[in-house]
């Protein structure tokens, strides 16, 4: 009883965390459109939340987005929820997301950061020509087929099996005459 005792007071305490986590995590508009992440970098993904809508469906639409955002009631608490992509070309700056809701309009914000660029690249994404004789030539080409080991064959998986079975009739062997001199 007492690890149902724990068990019940940790489901407790991470529903309680969540909830007091969880307002923080969304950028509630007075217009009742809430966005998340508030401030999303360009080219990423942000999730709407409409409360007190009474309608099953609506469509969130904003300059920011790639498409228009479809929004579905969410299970019983009566909001609806969506997710929309901001551009990957947007200028950092805030942009009205409108949601039509029934016979009412809704209005939120969404402030896109300004975009990071990375310093320099991670890797190369192609063989650099810089010499090395005769190799150079060969990483340049489309050699896959060359490059690439054969997989084992009949003869192989043949061997191996012959192996594993001589290992296995010595094992029962050395066990076989550890117990007959036990016995003795």
Known sequence: MGSLKVTLCTGVAAVAATAVLAPAAYAVD??????????????SDVELRVADCAEKTAVA???????????????KDGVLVG?????????????????KCGDDARKGTVTVAERQRPAAPASPV???????GGTAQLA???????????PPGTAHTVTGLVLAGIAAVAVALRGVRSRSRGTD
């Open 126 to 132: 192609a063989p650099v020509d810089a010499g090395g």
């Open 61 to 75: 639409v904003s300059a920011a987005f790639v498409s228009d955002a479809k929004l579905t009631l969410a299970a």
């Open 30 to 43: 007075s217009g009742g459109v809430s966005v998340s992440p508030s401030t999303p970098a360009p080219g």
């Open 83 to 99: 997710a929309g992509t901001v551009r990957s070309t947007m200028a950092a700056g805030a942009y009205v997301v409108q949601v």
């Open 140 to 150: 340049a080409s489309d050699s896959r087929d060359d490059a690439r080991p054969e």
